[in-house]
């Protein structure tokens, strides 16, 4: 039983980091769309947050499969 409340946590939480960098990417698309010049400002604003998400991500993955 506890290996598969483990394995929700890390599906969860694999599925909540590729929600937030979809949606990371999806306004820098419309940002970049709306202000062609800031381009390399938001596209570096945009790693940097998706960087920050994966590192909660993997940090939620670990967390729940080190419970398992």
């Known amino acids: 039983m506890t290996g598969s409340i483990a394995a929700l946590g ?4 694999a599925i909540g980091a590729g929600i937030g960098i979809g949606l990371i990417g999806g306004h820098a698309v419309e940002a970049i769309a709306r202000q062609p010049e800031m381009y390399t ?4 604003t945009m790693f940097i947050a998706a960087a920050l998400v994966e590192g909660v991500a993997l940090f ?3 967390v729940a ?3 398992g």
């Not at 890390?10 to 939480?13: I, Q, R, T, Y």
């Not at 400002?41 to 570096?44: D, Y």
């Open 10 to 13: 890390a599906g969860l939480s």
């Open 41 to 44: 400002k938001i596209q570096t």
């Open 60 to 62: 939620g993955i670990v």
């Open 65 to 67: 499969l080190m419970q």
